[in-house]
């Protein structure tokens, strides 16, 4: 399951959901029907459950949506907190150059001298850009993700490789 964001708050009384998004283009969820929740986002796909869209609309840094299962307020509070995600093969296609943060945990990070840096344990949206979470055994590094430093990412190799020195 690749996590698409998180449910902050519910919205307003008819059950619609405040959502903080892990990307750069949430509006594109609107294609697809089905949306799937859960309150663990490292949970097996078959803990995740399917919900109805019925609509979404940015706001402001953000979303707000309808699910066809979140009738009320009182729904909408029991999902408060949860994750939303969607199987790979249900998400639009991106562009070249373009990656859901679910594809590239787990990658590798190798520098320009071919020095390993770790793996990518996880995103960081700063509100500038995003930010790769590496881990090296007790050693953590953020690596903003910009083209300045991530020079190319290899999904098929499953690496990243970045201009960042390694006692940095």
């Known amino acids: 399951m690749i996590v698409l964001g998180r449910i902050v708050a519910p919205f307003g009384v008819q059950g619609w959901l405040k959502i903080h998004p892990f990307g750069d283009d949430p509006t594109s969820w609107r294609k697809m029907p089905q949306w799937w929740l859960c309150a663990d986002d490292n949970a097996p796909a078959e803990q995740w459950k399917p919900y109805t869209l019925k609509t979404c609309r940015a706001h402001g840094k953000g979303l707000v949506a309808a699910?066809?299962?979140?009738?009320?307020?009182?729904?909408?509070?029991?999902?408060?907190?949860?994750?939303?995600?969607?199987?790979?093969?249900?998400?639009?296609?991106?562009?070249?150059?373009?990656?859901?943060?679910?594809?590239?945990?787990?990658?590798?990070?190798?520098n320009e001298a071919g020095e390993p840096l770790g793996s990518v344990k996880g995103?960081?949206?700063?509100?500038?850009?995003?930010?790769?979470?590496?881990?090296?055994?007790?050693?953590?590094?953020?690596?903003?993700?910009?083209?300045?430093?991530?020079?190319?990412?290899?999904?098929?190799?499953?690496?990243?490789?970045v201009a960042w020195g390694k006692d940095w």
């Open 123 to 161: 995103l960081l949206s700063t509100g500038a850009h995003d930010v790769l979470q590496v881990s090296e055994g007790e050693t953590e590094r953020l690596i903003p993700f910009v083209a300045a430093y991530v020079l190319d990412v290899d999904l098929a190799a499953r690496r990243i490789r």
């Open 67 to 110: 699910l066809g299962e979140v009738e009320d307020r009182n729904a909408a509070e029991a999902v408060d907190g949860w994750y939303i995600g969607a199987p790979r093969e249900a998400l639009p296609t991106t562009a070249e150059d373009e990656f859901y943060w679910g594809d590239l945990v787990g990658l590798d990070v190798v």
